[in-house]
């Protein structure tokens, strides 16, 4: 399974970006997909997950600014992201696991100006 994501870029502090992530095939609901960042040096965060019949899962960080949703029909993950802050700029991956099983987005880069 590849997946792809996209819609990041550059945005002013305050704005929004939505990004997309597209699995290659169907992935069964009991896989949990979500989105990650990292900044160089660091190791990569969690920034929200969504399991299907589960809460969504947000970083305290994001909680009330970003927003995470599945179309389970089509195999993709969104992460809305608003009210944006110079400290979300990172390289953001997109996730899918079950169990033991994982599969890993490209990255799209975020920045946000400040």
């Known amino acids: 399974v590849q997946l792809q994501a996209s819609g990041g870029g550059l945005v002013q502090a305050g704005g929004s970006l939505r990004l997309s992530c597209e699995a290659s095939?169907?992935?069964?609901?009991?896989?949990?997909m979500g989105w990650y960042r990292q900044l160089p040096g660091k190791e990569r965060e969690l920034v929200a997950s969504?399991?299907?019949?589960?809460?969504?899962n947000y970083a305290d960080s994001v909680k009330g600014r970003f927003t995470i949703s599945r179309d389970y029909a089509k195999s993709t993950v969104t992460l809305q992201m608003n009210s944006l802050k110079p400290e979300d700029t990172a390289v953001y991956h997109c996730?899918?696991?079950?169990?033991?099983?994982?599969?890993w987005g490209q990255g799209t880069q975020v920045t946000v100006s400040s």
């Open positions: 996730k899918a696991n079950y169990r033991v099983i994982e599969y």
């Open positions: 969504l399991s299907s019949g589960r809460l969504p």
């Open positions: 095939r169907n992935i069964a609901r009991t896989y949990t």
